[in-house]
């Protein structure tokens, strides 16, 4: 989880944020992603208020600010389609992780994340109908398409 990586001495769990999210409804059991990104940011700031959070509108700002937050150490949450390759599938939050460059791909840049759905970590093409900024800006989730969350170390 993304708090616990900013705050390893106080870690809550996921049931911890289910029981908050229930609770309050903002858990939606039978909707995915089961929070909608206005409920995921009210989650947050129950836990902490050292967050940010916005919408970008291109592939630039989308790149621009997974590299900016990755170099400050701080691992970004977005909403993405939860199958890259079907645009019908429902949207999906991940968090990424990390971006590094394949020489051998005529420098195609390659995005890592988590995957709470599957518990891995996982990577995908940046650019393309089944990259990752595809994935990010046509996810269908009302409020979703190029949002972003960062949980900010203190």
Do not use: C
């Amino acid at each position: 989880m993304t708090y616990n990586y900013a705050y390893p001495s106080t870690p809550i769990t996921e049931q911890q944020v289910i029981d908050y999210a229930a609770a309050n409804r903002y858990f939606t059991e039978d909707l995915p992603p089961f929070t909608s990104p206005a409920n995921m940011v009210k989650i947050a700031e129950y836990y902490t208020q050292d967050i940010s959070t916005g919408t970008v509108l291109s592939a630039g700002q989308g790149l621009s600010l997974l590299q900016q937050k990755l170099r400050d150490g701080e691992p970004v949450i977005i909403d993405v389609l939860s199958n890259f390759s079907d645009p019908g599938s429902e949207a999906h939050f991940v968090v990424v992780t990390g971006i590094s460059i394949d020489p051998a791909r005529d420098n195609a840049v390659i995005i890592h994340y988590n995957d709470p759905l599957t518990g891995t970590a996982e990577s995908a093409d940046w650019d393309g109908d089944q990259g990752l900024w595809n994935a990010w800006r046509t996810n269908g989730d009302p409020g979703g398409a190029g949002w972003w969350l960062v949980i900010s170390p203190p």
